[in-house]
């Protein structure tokens, strides 16, 4: 197989994943120029999400309003994903929520039953309902000095969480 570029309108890509060879979907955002005199950087960011039924020949644009930082499909139409004010993993005091989609991400919900609400910035699926979420949190005065990660799990489509948290690693 060969590799190919593509034009998504300007936006970059934050997370890509496919579910299978057809179903894809492209997580992006796009820098928008700083007000008049509004220095350097971004004056704004619009975000967006893409996603194939072919395989990637062609990209649509579904789901609006949110900076997506991981995604993940059990389906063609049913996934997950983390929404996050911030775009960068690099960035602190930023919430997040897990949310879930059974119409191949046109529309989000937020899965409110999640026990804690960090910077969360992995998700892992397997099975059909089972999704890990990965929290980086590393702030030594709450942890001794130490990165504390909370891996949370849901085994019910995210009814109910258990929560797990691993010390000494990054």
């Keep these: 197989n060969t590799w190919r570029e593509?034009?998504?309108?300007?936006?970059?890509?934050?997370?890509?994943?496919?579910?299978?060879?057809?179903?894809?979907?492209?997580?992006?955002?796009?820098?928008?120029?700083?007000?008049?005199?509004?220095?350097?950087?971004?004056?704004?960011?619009?975000?967006?999400?893409?996603?194939?039924?072919?395989?990637g020949t062609t990209w649509d644009r579904v789901g609006e309003g949110a900076s997506y930082r991981d995604l993940a499909f059990t389906s063609e139409e049913d996934g997950w994903a983390i929404r996050s004010a911030c775009l960068s993993p690099f960035e602190t005091q930023c919430s997040s929520s897990v949310a879930v989609t059974h119409d191949g991400g046109e529309s989000w919900e937020d899965l409110r039953s999640v026990p804690v609400a960090f910077a969360f910035n992995q998700l892992s699926m397997w099975a059909d309902d089972a999704v890990l979420v990965h929290e980086n949190y590393c702030d030594v005065v709450q942890t001794n000095?130490?990165?504390v990660n909370h891996l949370i799990e849901t085994t019910d489509g995210g009814a109910t969480w258990s929560t797990q948290i691993v010390a000494g690693f990054e």
Excluded: N, Q, Y
């Design 6 to 55: 593509i034009e998504l309108d300007g936006f970059a890509a934050t997370a890509i994943k496919f579910f299978d060879s057809r179903h894809g979907w492209i997580a992006g955002h796009r820098c928008e120029p700083p007000v008049e005199g509004g220095g350097f950087g971004c004056g704004s960011r619009t975000m967006a999400l893409f996603r194939t039924k072919d395989g």
């Design 145 to 147: 000095g130490e990165c």
